[in-house]
């Protein structure tokens, strides 16, 4: 009989009875409510962060993450369902382990795969026979397999014969209200068969959608950049089309309510002050940097990239445009910023848009204050800003511009309407309001 046949079959045989213990590196938003699930399917679970503060949250049954429920990360940590650590020997008791660590980019705007590095050389110690590793952080097409496992063949162990690999991209969209981490289809691709069927086995036990098998690892990793380069690209058309039609004297917004009448054959993208949140901003920017060693240029990849990039210079330029039609310069002047977070009803502010709409605008002299009911404060460039605890009229009134960078549901967009002297709105939160003397859009 195959022996790499019976291994995979022993390692299946435990994700199939619930035996297997799990673990998952990095506790953030990706890996959280990763863990969550594991545990609320009855696995034995073992979270991996190297902060202090997430650990010690998560055995508390503490919740920092948005789409994870309070009650179901207490219930399963009373359980003894999950637990967290940053002692990385209990990898040793994990029959598989998912990586979801940040890939960021560096100064120089290309991958940092630093921290997917450090993941894989902390757990190579502890690695043993029949043992599942799967990479679940957004990286260029070819980590898996020229990063990943020559580093945890350094153990000694054989990838495909005596441990198992596997890429999985994360598909994690902050606030989605339908799509979570339980219900949304998960594309697995492995370093051998055997590798991918039991990667693909782990995530059919655990989730509630259709798993998708492709032929690599390098496939799962092209097609989440696809995804989100897709996303880049189309957003960076609709972002020149807005700056055109302002020259043009026409509405963005009226063009795309129009073009979306069509029932096939157009998906609805719309502007703003550009792009924010942990993958679509950075995404292209691995790609590009992986088309270079094949001597590729991305050029319509880059140019959208350079649209969206300088969205947030151009909205500071509208923005000064308008205070000079109301007599006012944007230095001295006072603007309020509704809205840090990069998307509408979450605490998450990475990469966020508004954040360069804040700097630019105390650049050139303005008093910026923000309220955002979701951010309460937030660190950039290493200091930390404080938003408004409450949006009044006194605090409206007082500004002479209102500034709508993300179009948060719960504020109140008729209080601010009534009370503000002129409202630069950049993500159209303002459309339900007839009188709009006072409003200019994006």
């Known amino acids: 009989m195959d022996v790499n046949k019976t291994n995979a079959d022993d390692l299946k045989q ?17 890996g959280l409510p990763l863990a969550v699930e594991k545990a609320k399917a009855g696995y ?16 508390a049954g503490k919740n920092y993450i948005g789409d994870v429920v309070n009650e179901d990360l207490e219930k399963i940590v009373q359980s003894g369902l999950l637990s967290a650590t940053t002692d ?3 990898v040793a008791k994990a029959d598989c382990v998912c990586v979801c660590v940040p890939t960021p980019l560096d100064v120089h705007q290309q991958p940092d795969i630093s921290y997917v590095e450090a993941s894989a050389k902390a757990i190579v ?12 952080s957004t990286t260029y097409p070819g980590t898996t397999e020229d990063l990943l496992k020559p580093i945890l063949e350094s153990s000694g162990l054989t990838c495909g014969r005596d441990f198992y690999l596997a890429f999985s991209p994360e598909r994690v969209d902050p606030g989605n209200l339908i799509y979570k981490t339980k219900n949304t289809p998960k594309v697995v691709g492995g370093m051998t068969p055997n590798c991918t069927d039991v990667a693909a086995t782990l995530y059919e036990s655990i989730l509630e959608a259709p798993i998708h098998r ?6 799962a990793e092209m097609e989440k950049i696809l995804e989100n380069t897709y996303r880049n690209v189309n957003i960076g058309l609709v972002n020149e089309l807005a700056i055109l039609c302002n020259k043009m004297n026409l509405s963005i917004w009226e063009v795309i309510d129009a073009a979306k009448s069509k029932p096939y054959g157009f998906q609805a993208f719309y502007p703003g002050p550009g792009l924010g949140g942990h993958c679509i901003p950075l995404d292209p920017y691995y790609l590009s940097w992986k088309a270079r060693e094949y001597g590729f240029h991305t050029s319509m990849i880059e140019a959208s990239m350079m649209v969206n ?22 230095k001295g002047s006072r ?15 990475r990469e966020s848009p508004a954040l360069r709409v804040i700097n630019e605008l105390e650049k050139r002299g303005a008093e910026v204050v923000y309220y955002d009911p979701f951010v309460k404060e937030y660190r950039d460039q290493g200091k930390v800003k404080k938003g408004e605890s409450h949006l009044t009229a006194e605090l409206i009134e007082s500004a002479d511009l209102v500034m709508i960078t993300t179009a948060h549901t719960t504020v109140d967009y008729s209080f601010v309407h009534q ?3 002129v409202i630069f709105d950049t993500k159209n939160a303002m459309k339900a309001m007839q009188n709009r003397e006072n409003i200019e859009l994006l």
Do not use: W
């Open 14 to 30: 435990k994700l199939l009875n619930k035996s297997a213990i799990l673990g998952v590196v990095g506790l953030g938003y990706v």
């Open 309 to 330: 990039d300088r969205m947030p210079e151009y909205c500071v330029e509208r923005a000064s445009k308008i205070l000079n039609r109301h007599e006012k310069a944007i």
């Open 44 to 59: 034995k679970t073992i979270g991996f962060d190297v902060q202090e503060d997430k650990v010690k949250m998560v055995n």
């Open 335 to 349: 603007v309020l910023v509704l809205g840090v977070a990069y998307k509408q009803d979450i605490d998450d502010y």
């Open 419 to 421: 009370r503000a002297k």
């Open 125 to 136: 110690p502890y690695m043993h026979k029949e043992m599942l590793i799967v990479l679940e």
């Open 214 to 219: 492709v032929s690599s690892p390098a496939i």
């Open 88 to 90: 990385f020997a209990q």
